[in-house]
């Protein structure tokens, strides 16, 4: 008790500190420049505070630390306009929000999806800020009980989401799992540095995939590949049904499922380690599991944009406590805030004595953070109706600037080349994933997932071991404690739970049949990646078996549980589920373009930008696609490619970035943007 | 704002009031920076003692160059850091936008041979270097019944948390052996950071740091009961013989800890490569490097700016308290630096080459 009574003043100085009119300034400044970047998917982070930087150094610890709060708790809260208006997922923090919000958008009823899902944003970020209060003064011991197995557990936990959202046929969710776990360990293994599915002719490779250039690939590219083909807007209706009060009714009439998926949040946000990645997806599984009507999932149930965004910025709360106690950040943004707090120099180090020594700076951050989410979220209120009108835009004139955008986003990753075409083939592959009814979402879970659950099974099994050769009893309380246990149970219940609804969860909307070849064709394309994944990782020599086990044990379980569907599909009518394929009717089916013409075009930027480098590539582009694709006159064409030019331009100019260079630039010195 | 002392944005703001008055170094054509974004980028996780190191640095050197660019430090985490290295090796824009933070575990697998190191540090340009030390501790429960000695330490296994066995944790690796204890190493570790997490948590049972974590994590440890220093790794005296660290005055050597302790011996063939990988790990351990093909203006710019950092009056007071009490070398001194750092006799190469693959099972050329 002794502890909460020496925290209350610790906190009404920390209030003290941040009720000063210049530090509200400096968070609402920072709030606003983290609205500027967070809209863009893939920007955020270590741009963000590039820009932030120059201005921090020397400044005030306390204003400094306002702004670049500010900028790092609204991007989680931004990037929701990118997941719900074009089904981008902004960040890690906004997958799951896709799945409904999205087709909400579709419906016409974004601005109802957008406030609810702010709504739902702000809610989370009071109650992780309150709840932090109390529970950081107790955290300490808490997150210790957090070893290996228990982490390994979390992991796991998170890997049983897939059971909710594999689609029809399970066994189809396990194998997409499956192969983003094996996409997921390519490059140098991490115990010994093998190599894994790479070269080192192939230097890219070796550094693995980014979580950026897979969650834009597999969600964003078949979304705006499929709005093209059909030459219309995103929202069907014209008008935007649903403003943005409702959204924030509906918020209220779910503030339960808001509360709980907050706390699921912060929870899991304190794990060091995993932190942020799963969270939005276990809230989403939660959403699912406590909704009666389960038919609406994945066709714009408004819960399931509630759950996920409670808990993406409770998280950014609980993140705090591995972060401040420990110095190791649950995530990107909290990692580059450890690096930022030791440039402000104002003498206080992340760590054990942060607590003791500086209680009130401690709930500064915490509050500051809560504070910022309330700032973020009106101004995010304010915009939604009309940042919704979007979505009304006829999507041929929209998409050649998202291309540029996300391609802008994904370069940023390894300022590579080879990141545009990384995404051009991953944003292939989600393509047919999504075409014949292959969970995207699990097999994102499995990418996330794919490191921590080897790095912990590894460490708990090699610990376990020794502990074993000391006695039954000291392995035991190590592999089993009350923690592992019960996460143990959770799991079992949410798996069994997960599969025998999976079948009314259409979490990517209903996919029809008919069509023997082209499902095949794809699960013998899969079968021999998988295939070739097990050969490549088996073939890791003996001193180095750590960094083979787990790719092997993957692409093994991979390749029987494909056996299994070959074998199924043999002897299955051609309207089984199994056989799910888009383009047999539906959207797909009547667009008025087929898909090779419209990749083509994505594909057009992509090489032109090798040759010519990206600005000059992006103007013949866009001009091009204007003209022929969108049909627009020549005086409308030139506007609108100016404009967007100077903007990627100006954009790319005051964060310090420089764009895709092609062969031109080898041969030629050219001045900057062009360079 | 009464907060805390702002240690370091005070000396920032006097480096930066007093530049001129304190600099001597010729200023030959120093070239502007001013508006450039420089990536620092140190191949480890944030919560290591490169991390510090560089955070440390970063907001300096962001005010000791011309025009006062902005300083990111990047982090660039895999393969115990041979994938920021192999990474920095390929990097070739002499434009100064990027530098590299090199540490221990970077110069070991390069000097052993480690068919995975795809980088040359000769190719690089060092342009400062600073040296470090570091600490062995022990659990609770184990280090009650440390007496100066390993001898009642035998016969027990132990847990460490190790970054590679071809890395900077050969040192403590090579110690723990040679003092006769029967150490499990848990290989694949992110960084040092997140070895002191598993000891906290008690997953791992034995544990050391770089100077700089040990004095900002595992202090508060011992301070709590919960952690007993073992020994210091030492200091390069002016002879070349081991002596004790400065930052530690009163904290025994691995030397005189095995010295003390039955069968360990501080000569012959173990005792040599022990003492050859430290000298080449620790005195000269973190090295910041301009990639290959930098031009020599930017390279003095460097040198310069770091000439000017270590010339502030206080410099060596703040870092004390930052880093410990170990040199720092610019320029030329850098350069020797690197040469101690990357150079070890053929006989203790040999030795650690057959060492690693009967305990670690590695296999590497000789």
Known sequence: ?675 | MKLIPAISRQVALALGITTTAVMSMPATADVDMSGKVIEWVIPFSETGGSAKWANFFAPLLADALPGSPTVLVRFMPGAGSTKGANWFQKQTNGDGTVIFGSSGSTQFPYLLGDPRVRYEYKDWNPVMATGTGGVAYLNADDGAKFDGTANNLKGKTYIYGNQGATRLDLIPALAWDMLGMDVEHVLGIKGRGDGLKMFESGEATVDYQTSSSYLKGSVALVEAGKAVPMMSWGSLGANGDVVRDPTFPDMPTFKEVCEATEGCQTSGDSWDAWKAFFVAGFPSQKIAFLPAGTSQDIIDTYVNAFAKIKAHPDFATISEKRLGKYPMYVGDEAKAALAAATTVPASAKSFVVDWLKSDFGVELKK
């Open chain 1, 1 to 675: 008790m002794e502890i909460f009574l020496e925290a209350l003043p610790a906190l009404g100085q920390a209030w003290a500190l941040i009720l000063q009119p210049q530090v509200l300034g400096y968070l609402a400044l920072g709030v606003m420049m983290g609205l500027c970047i967070g809209v863009f998917p893939g920007l955020g982070g270590i741009a963000g505070l590039s820009l932030l930087l120059p201005f921090m150094f020397g400044m005030d610890p306390i204003m400094g630390l306002a702004l670049m709060i500010g900028l790092v708790a609204v991007v989680p809260t931004s990037d929701t306009f990118a997941s719900v208006l074009m089904g981008i997922p902004g960040s890690s923090a906004s997958q799951a929000t896709v799945l409904d919000g999205f087709p909400m958008a579709k419906k016409g009823q974004a601005a109802r999806a957008l406030s609810a899902a702010f709504a739902s944003s702000l809610f989370g970020g009071i109650v992780g800020a309150a709840f932090l209060t109390v529970f950081i003064l107790v955290a300490r011991p808490v997150v210790l009980l957090f070893k290996s197995p228990e982490l390994l557990m979390v992991s796991f936990f998170g890997l049983s989401m897939v059971g909710i959202l594999a689609g029809r046929i399970a066994l189809k969710g396990v194998v997409a799992a499956g192969i983003g776990m094996l996409i997921g360990t390519i490059g140098e293994g991490p115990f010994n540095g093998e190599l894994r599915m790479a070269s080192y002719d192939l230097p890219y490779l070796t550094d693995g995939l980014k979580l950026v250039i897979v969650g834009l690939g597999i969600f964003a590219i078949p979304e705006i590949i499929s709005l093209l083909r059909q030459d219309k807007a995103i929202s069907d209706s014209q008008s935007l049904g649903g403003g943005w009060l409702d959204g924030i009714r509906d918020w209220w009439a779910n503030i339960w499922l808001s509360a709980r998926c907050s706390i699921i949040g912060v929870v899991v946000g304190v794990i060091p380690g995993l932190g942020g990645s799963v969270v939005d997806w276990i809230a989403y599984g939660h959403a699912v599991q406590t909704t009666k009507d389960k038919s609406n999932f994945g066709k714009g149930e408004v819960r399931g944009v509630i759950g996920p965004e409670s808990s993406n910025n409770a998280k950014e709360g609980g993140g705090l406590v591995p972060t401040l106690l420990f110095g190791i950040p649950g995530s990107g943004s909290m990692a580059i805030f450890i690096g930022a707090l030791a440039l402000l120099g104002n003498g206080i180090d992340v760590g054990p004595s942060l607590l003791e020594n500086h209680l009130d700076f401690t709930y500064s951050i915490v509050w500051l953070l809560a504070l910022a989410n309330v700032i973020g979220t009106i101004m995010c209120i304010a915009l939604s109706g009309t940042i919704a009108k979007l979505t009304n835009i006829r999507f041929a004139l929209l998409a050649p600037f998202i291309f540029m955008i996300i391609s802008f986003a994904a370069f940023q990753s390894g300022q590579n080349l080879m990141d545009l075409v990384a995404l051009f083939a991953i944003g292939f592959l989600g393509i047919m994933m999504r075409r014949f009814d292959w969970s995207r979402p699990a097999f994102l879970i499995g990418f996330v997932l794919s490191n921590p659950v080897e790095n912990y099974s590894n460490n708990a099994t090699q610990i376990a071991g020794i502990r074993f050769r000391d006695g039954m009893q000291p392995g035991l309380d190590y592999i089993l404690s009350p923690i592992v246990i019960t996460l143990i149970i959770i799991t079992v219940v949410s798996i069994i739970i997960g599969l025998r609804q999976a079948k009314n969860i259409l979490a990517e909307g209903d996919v029809p049949s008919g069509g023997k070849r082209a499902p095949l064709v794809f699960l013998l394309v899969l079968m021999s990646f998988i295939a070739f994944a097990l050969y490549n990782t088996a073939s890791i020599p003996d001193y180095a078996r750590t960094d083979r086990i787990f790719p092997v044990f993957i692409a093994s379980i991979c390749l029987v549980a494909t056996i299994i569907l070959l074998i199924q599909m043999m002897f299955a009518a051609e309207t089984h589920s199994l056989f799910a394929d888009r383009e047999n009717s539906g959207d797909d089916k009547t667009a008025s373009y087929s898909l090779w013409p419209t990749l083509a075009w994505f594909a057009f930027l992509l090489i032109l930008t090798s040759v010519t480098g990206f600005i000059i590539a992006l103007a013949i582009f866009l001009t091009s696609f204007l003209r022929i694709r969108a049909g627009i006159g020549w005086l409308q064409t030139m506007l609108y490619v100016a404009a967007g030019i100077a903007f990627m331009v100006f954009m790319a100019w005051t964060l310090g970035r420089d764009f895709p260079p092609g062969i031109l630039q080898s041969y030629t010195n050219l001045p900057w943007p062009l360079r």
